[in-house]
């Protein structure tokens, strides 16, 4: 049983891990896509937006922004729920400690 548990456990705690680590590397991604933008040349954005005839293309650059913006926010709730599955698998831990000493 204590197998079967310590398995489990390595599991929870990797996948926790991982979690963080995917939710960290989707964080600095958006960050960075959201800094590259505001740091382009204010006369580019304008020559790309006069060479647009359409209302679409013109809103191109502000559906980049507010995709980076959600994917910025949903990977920041990824790495909290990531965080409290490794909170519960210590617990978890600590408990089957507590039980078998």
């Known amino acids: 049983m204590s197998e079967v548990s310590g398995f489990s456990l390595n599991s ?7 979690g963080l680590q995917r939710a960290s590397d989707g964080v600095t991604q958006a ?11 204010n006369s580019a954005q304008a020559d790309i937006q006069a ?4 209302g679409a293309a013109k809103s191109q650059p502000n559906s980049n922004l507010t995709s980076d913006l959600i994917s910025l926010n949903v990977n920041s709730l990824n790495a909290q729920a990531s965080a409290k599955v490794i909170d519960v698998a210590n617990d978890t831990l600590g408990t089957i400690i507590d039980t078998l000493a």
Do not use: T
């Open 31 to 41: 960050a960075a896509n959201i800094a590259d933008r505001n740091n382009r040349d």
């Open 12 to 18: 929870a705690f990797a996948a926790g891990q991982m």
């Open 51 to 54: 060479a647009s005839a359409d």
